[in-house]
């Protein structure tokens, strides 16, 4: 499985983060803070997920998507 097939939009964001598969089921989606520190933790049965990022300060995070046959890793940058 490729992680291009994995997409984040938009990047940097400030509201709303959407993840989006191609062909695989995100089964999870944990996000890290600069610091290694989890910050959300979003569980999903969908190959589209959207993530309230409202709440996060400025910066930049990582987030690690788990599907069915692979965890991928992903950065995006918050800014409001």
Do not use: W
């Amino acid at each position: 499985y490729q992680s291009e097939n994995t997409i984040l939009y938009p990047n940097p964001t400030n509201n709303e983060l959407f993840i989006s598969t191609e062909y695989q089921t995100i089964k999870s989606v944990e996000i890290y803070n600069a610091l290694g520190q989890a910050v959300k933790h979003i569980r999903s049965n969908s190959s589209l997920v959207m993530i309230n990022c409202s709440e996060l300060i400025n910066g930049h995070y990582v987030c690690f998507i788990k599907t069915n046959d692979s965890l991928i890793s992903k950065h995006f940058s918050v800014s409001h």
